[in-house]
């Protein structure tokens, strides 16, 4: 059994009904909503010892709960709830729909994502998971989205649905200002997960959960130097996600000021690659013909990492070392074949962020209660060095960690 699963199974599976009166989430009754006529109690009794382990589990690794924003502890306490097995079928048989009902509580929830892969339909599952613990909440509706004018669409539909919750991921930055607001005034709480939107504040999103991107470009840098001892001499590739992304245009100049300040690698190649599988393919093609000699690629999905590799094995190029964010079970089992072997190349990575939208929906609500939640919550991001035992062979090449905060019975249920 891997570190996983032995860490799911302690910090998922326990029951409601088992936890210590530890400590006490504080929280208000209050009137919320957007017809101002729900009564919420946000305030919940949690085990310290069972939180602390679903929040390891969260970041891969341990990051002590006293060093997280208050809010977020809320929400890492709320996924220790264990729902029952009525709960469970009625979360996979509403991942299915674009609409559904989940209980007889008058709160509407919006959530606008894209449904490319398993990562992505993670992020949906998480946020329908955590709806489940409130009774408050009665319908959920799912809009797909693939570019900006869906995810605008997708916004405007929301609201005009009358969801109070409109959640989702913004890969987009300050271009869906206009529709968040829109969003806002018809009443709706909007949150998001994964990225930052550096230059809105909650008059536009109401909460922002992110990982920290500029630490973690900082984080990304201290590997090169620290770990693969690379120096100023040396060149490193930075591939981007969508042109422009906020998250993506923080962690490079973090990235770039931490190089130079330890006398580390140049950045000598970089592309955008809308974190699609041919956009990296054929930015790992560009670096090759470039003639750059890339001693690391830093990228911040991991999904299409296997194209990069795939296209350094067809110009018969040694792989570079490969920093990226987020899990992915095809890589980590490309990379596991090869060590030990002349193949071998170095790997670190992050969670797969995608159990922020657990978080930024107990947000939300709080919100709708009346709780004193910030307009930010940022999370740090550690980076993981790979070490044989990450593969899941049975599990399919897109499953995203354990990270992701998927209860293994759920996860089953999304694989038949």
Not at 105 to 115: D, E, T
Not at 243 to 249: V, Y
Request: hydrophobic letters at 45%; aromatic letters at 8%.
């Amino acid at each position: 059994m891997t570190r996983y699963s032995r860490l799911t199974r302690q910090a998922m599976m326990l029951g409601a009904a088992t936890m210590a009166l530890a400590l006490t989430l504080a929280g208000c009754s209050s009137s919320g909503g957007s017809d101002g006529q729900v009564e919420i109690d946000t305030s919940q009794d949690y085990d310290v010892a069972e939180v602390q382990a679903i929040v390891d589990l969260a970041f891969g690794t341990e990051v002590p709960i006293d060093e997280l924003p208050a809010e977020a502890v809320t929400g890492f306490a709320r996924a220790t709830i264990e729902l029952t097995d009525e709960q469970v079928q009625t979360a996979l048989d509403c991942w299915k729909q674009p609409e559904c009902t989940i209980g007889d509580g008058p709160l509407h929830v919006g959530i606008y994502n894209a449904v490319d892969n398993l990562w992505q339909t993670a992020a949906v599952m998480d946020v329908i998971l955590q709806a489940l613990t409130y009774p408050e909440i009665g319908k959920i509706s799912y809009s797909f989205v693939a570019d900006l004018p869906s995810a605008q669409s997708a916004v405007r539909s929301l609201a005009a649905d009358g969801a109070d919750i409109i959640i989702g991921y913004n890969a987009f930055g300050s271009a869906m200002a206009p529709v968040f607001t829109e969003a806002q005034a018809a009443g709706a709480v909007v949150v998001t997960y994964t990225g930052e939107t550096p230059d809105v504040d909650g008059g536009v999103i109401n909460n922002q959960v992110y990982a920290l991107a500029c630490d973690a470009g900082t984080g990304m840098a201290d590997v090169t130097v620290d770990d693969l001892g690379l120096t100023s001499s040396d060149d490193i590739a930075f591939f981007f996600g969508t042109p422009g992304n906020p998250q993506d245009t923080l962690v490079e100049g973090c990235l770039a000021d931490q190089l130079v300040a330890l006398d580390g690698p140049q950045i000598g190649f970089e592309q955008d690659t809308d974190w699609s599988r041919p956009g990296v393919a054929a930015a790992a093609t560009a670096l090759i013909a470039s003639g750059v000699p890339a001693k690391a690629v830093l990228n911040t999905y991991a999904d299409p990492v296997p194209q990069l590799i795939s296209a350094y094995d067809q110009a018969g190029v040694q792989v570079p070392a490969i920093l990226t964010w987020t899990e992915m079970n095809e890589l980590f089992g490309i990379w596991e074949e090869r060590v030990g072997t002349d193949a071998e190349f170095p790997l670190y990575y992050t969670n797969a962020l995608v159990n922020q939208a657990r978080l930024a929906l107990t947000n939300a609500v709080g919100i709708i209660a009346g709780d004193d939640i910030p307009d930010r919550t940022p999370l740090p991001l550690p980076i993981i060095k790979a070490e044989p035992g990450i593969y899941q062979a049975d599990l399919p090449g897109d499953f995203p960690g354990w990270s992701a905060l998927i209860p293994e019975n759920v996860m089953a249920g999304m694989l038949e």
